[in-house]
């Protein structure tokens, strides 16, 4: 029987290196990228997976990659950069810009019965982005000023990582609805999946200089760190037969943040923190 095959990027640590190491014990012939090919040789060593080292930012790389690839059952995109990882610009550049330019090129390569998942955030579901020219521009994440028009939409004083990061997750949510109708004409599916907080080397760093990430976790239902292995056991069940019937959504894995961020109202106690640790950015 012919093993399904996966290409993970953003592979050599955390969401991604879990969902590695999830997807192959299920018996994937696995493909796995990351920026690094010192931070990949490890793992594709330990899974006998194949390595490709890829910058996302460069276009025609991604297109080199997608050009090698044989028929794929599963594209999972978790490559991407938090807040305290760059500017505005640069977030805007990798988590939306490079991202749908891997799902549009990597993608092309999913077979027929075949899924993409790419990581969004909780902090998509609370974006601000009800302003139409937002919203316009997070549906052309190839516009070659999105991220300077988005500054100059917010102000240049609101045009900081935190916010560039929501915007970036929010457009991820955006962008897998808007491909659900497209990837069905070829039988293929795409989701994203929402974690919260997250102990991961990245989710750690967030939570070591956001005071805000910290005062969510506290007033989460869940008021843990989730594992990036239940992140994976999400994604593991998206790119399945089993989830044959669901595209074009996304999946919470965030201990109920959203759902107490949403439907708790202003007088809600994780409302009342997340207001109060803003306030003092």
């Given at each position: 029987m012919t093993k399904p095959v996966a290409c993970i990027l953003g592979a050599a640590s955390g969401i991604g290196r879990a969902t590695a190491e999830l997807l192959h014990v299920r018996g994937y012939d696995l493909i796995l990228s990351d920026l690094?090919?010192?931070?990949?040789?490890?793992?594709?060593?330990?899974l006998g997976a194949r390595a490709e080292p890829l910058d996302m930012s460069d276009r025609t790389a991604i297109g080199h990659l997608a050009a090698s690839l044989p028929d794929l059952d599963a594209l999972v995109v978790t490559a991407g950069l938090s807040p305290s990882m760059g500017s505005f610009a640069r977030i805007i550049e990798i988590n939306l810009t490079a991202t749908a330019a891997s799902v549009e090129m990597l993608g092309a390569r999913l077979r027929?019965?075949?899924?993409?998942?790419?990581?969004?955030?909780?902090?998509?579901?609370?974006a601000p982005v009800d302003d139409p020219r937002i919203i316009a521009l997070l549906d052309?994440?190839?516009?070659?000023?999105?991220?300077?028009?988005?500054?100059?939409?917010?102000?240049?004083?609101?045009?900081?990582p935190g916010l560039g990061y929501a915007l970036s997750k929010a457009a991820i949510l955006r962008l897998a609805r808007r491909l659900a109708a497209p990837f069905g004409l070829s039988g293929r599916r795409i989701c994203s999946v929402s974690p919260g907080c997250i102990d991961t080397p990245m989710g750690k760093l967030e939570m070591a200089r956001s005071e805000a990430s910290r005062e969510a976790?506290?007033?989460?239902?869940?008021?843990?760190?989730?594992?990036?292995q239940e992140v994976a056991n999400a994604i593991a069940f998206m790119i399945s037969p089993q989830a044959a019937y669901i595209t074009g959504c996304d999946l919470q894995v965030d201990g109920g943040w959203v759902g107490s961020a949403i439907s708790g109202g202003p007088e809600s106690t994780l409302n009342q923190a997340v207001e109060r640790a803003r306030a003092k950015q």
């Open positions: 690094s090919a010192d931070a990949l040789a490890p793992l594709c060593s330990a027929e019965g075949g899924a993409a998942v790419c990581i969004s955030s909780m902090t998509a579901h609370t052309r994440p190839d516009h070659p000023r999105l991220a300077a028009e988005l500054a100059e939409i917010v102000g240049a004083q609101a045009a900081m976790l506290k007033g989460a239902p869940i008021p843990r760190s989730g594992t990036p």
